[in-house]
């Protein structure tokens, strides 16, 4: 998953930077015109690819010899403080001049890129679970950023979702290959910083119906795999552990354990993150009450899911290390 990424964004960098251009745009003449912005963004790009790196070794290492949770948490936030400030990368930049400066968007972005990295990172617990989720959540990002027309954030996502299928195909049950920390840190760290890279909504734009409220697709593509994080670190910390502590009590655990197969508990967990993503595409193009409609199907589909755990959680059987 990594090589997928970081050598393609690598070697189009080269490509620009060279000149050596020629063979894609003889091919695709539309590209001529994008190759001053890729320029551009060389420096964020660089500083992706850093920190990238950094977390595929941290992950790797971990992956031999477990670091402990605040190691990698620490590592973690630490690459989302340099990507954010690095490149000028922030959340509700609008707040900027009511709370007296930056620091409110700069924490906000931070807490977010740790905060969807460890969810993808919690979610890879089954085989074929990471990567699908990161497929459609990602293809979903895809869609925003090529109806907003940032060509260059559209083919960052590219990249990672043609790399989590090319993984999918040997890490479907039977899985043949593994993401481990050193695949689920770089997952879940590209798509944060990606979602934060996409605009939602732009007040100045007015070519463009919708509201404010499009900056809430992230939340609402991301739905199932946050719904799993909160749930997973509310129980361990409801039996007085640590929620950074790995155990088998996520909601693909919790679904087998109430009679789902592991296949079956992997599809389910996929069409729902489809279900909220594909609302999330249009979110920021709706009128407002449609975008309540929206807000409330997503809100529904999780209260749905949460009821109807309640309501099995009789027929767990045996302890969470049975799945």
Known sequence: ?????????????????????????SRVPELAVHLPGVAQRTPPALTLLACLTILHLLGLIDDRKALGPWVKLVVMLGCAAAMTLVTDTRLFMLLDGHVGGPWLSVVVTVLWIGLVTNALNFIDNMDGLCGGVTTIAGACFLAA?????????????????????GFLSFNLPPARIFLGDGGSLVVGFTLAFLTVR???????????????????????????????????????????????????????????????????????????????????????SLEPWQAILVGLQIVLTLLALAFAEAATSGREGGDGDRA
């Not at 090529?146 to 960052?156: R, V």
């Not at 697709?217 to 361990?236: C, E, G, K, Q």
Request: hydrophobic letters at 50%; a positive charge; glycine letters at 12%.
């Open 198 to 284: 996409t605009t939602y909504y732009d007040p100045g734009d007015t070519m463009r119906s919708g509201g404010w409220y499009g900056v809430f697709m992230p939340l609402a593509v991301l739905a199932v795999p946050l719904y799993d994080f909160v749930t997973v670190s509310l129980v361990r910390v409801s039996q007085g552990r640590s929620p950074f502590v790995g155990d088998q009590q996520h909601l693909s655990h919790r679904l087998v354990r109430r009679g789902f197969t592991k296949p079956a508990a992997v599809g389910l967990i996929c069409s729902l993150t489809a279900i909220t993503g594909v609302s999330g595409i249009v979110l920021g």
């Open 145 to 165: 950023a090529l109806l907003n027309g940032q060509w260059f954030i559209a083919a960052m996502l590219a990249l990672l979702v043609g790399a989590s299928l």
């Open 1 to 25: 998953m990594f090589a997928g990424v970081a050598l393609p964004l690598a070697a189009g960098l080269l490509a620009v930077k060279l000149g050596a251009t020629e063979f894609f745009t």
